[in-house]
């Protein structure tokens, strides 16, 4: 395996260790009728993720640590499976905007960067505020058969918006004021391409 290969397997190590950690231990629970939703930062290590190894290894990277989280915690353990899908997509949405359309790790233009890192996290979170109450109701009310999962499902739209402001904030400033010192790296233009 060559290095810039290991060094993306590491940092996507890194960035499930980081996002396992961020969503287990930063985060907010809020009980809804039976159920539990939080506000948490997990998002918010997903795009960056994203945006410096790339779509599908850190959105995989993200979603692999958000899941061990929820594994480990009896409330948000039966979700493991809509987490590990939904956080991946997060993560190819975010990386296919950011590098395929906006080209962010080649463009010299700090302005330009900014607004496609932007639209990238939002077009991720846009997909997750919707994608994640709707796949979790369905999947609360086919497969738990939990009839309260209408009672949760506004709760649930309303947590994930802020959660989806809350990360598109935070990503997008840590990638800009990181993006410096790993470009003068010499291993930014191999990390998500």
């Known amino acids: 395996m060559n290095q810039s290969k290991t ?19 930063l985060q907010i629970k809020i009980p809804v ?9 997990g998002n918010a ?7 410096i190894i790339g779509g599908p290894l850190g959105g995989l990277a993200g979603a692999i640590g958000m ?24 993560g190819l949405i975010t990386g296919f905007v950011a590098h395929k359309i906006g080209h962010i790790t080649t463009s010299d233009d700090p302005k330009h960067v900014l607004r ?13 505020i919707f994608a994640d109450p709707i796949i979790g109701y369905w999947y609360k009310i086919l497969i738990l058969g939990k009839p309260a999962a209408e009672l949760s499902l506004k709760i ?6 802020i959660n989806a402001v809350i990360s598109l904030v935070v990503s997008t400033v840590v990638y800009t004021a990181l993006r410096p010192a790993l470009k003068q790296s010499g291993f930014f ?5």
Not at 45 to 51: D, P, Q
Not at 156 to 161: A, M, P, R
């Open 7 to 25: 060094y993306k397997l590491s940092l996507a190590a890194l960035f499930a260790a980081l996002s396992y950690a961020v969503f287990t231990f």
């Open 156 to 161: 649930n739209f309303v947590s994930t918006i």
């Open 116 to 128: 496609f890192a932007i639209l990238a996290a939002a077009a991720g979170l846009t997909f997750n």
């Open 45 to 51: 290590v997903v795009v960056l993720a994203s945006f």
């Open 189 to 193: 233009l191999k990390l998500a391409n």
């Open 33 to 41: 009728a039976g159920d539990m939703t939080s506000i948490h930062l």
């Open 67 to 90: 899941s061990i989280g929820d594994f480990f915690d009896p409330v948000y353990a039966p979700l493991v499976p809509k987490t590990l899908i939904c956080k991946t997509i997060i």
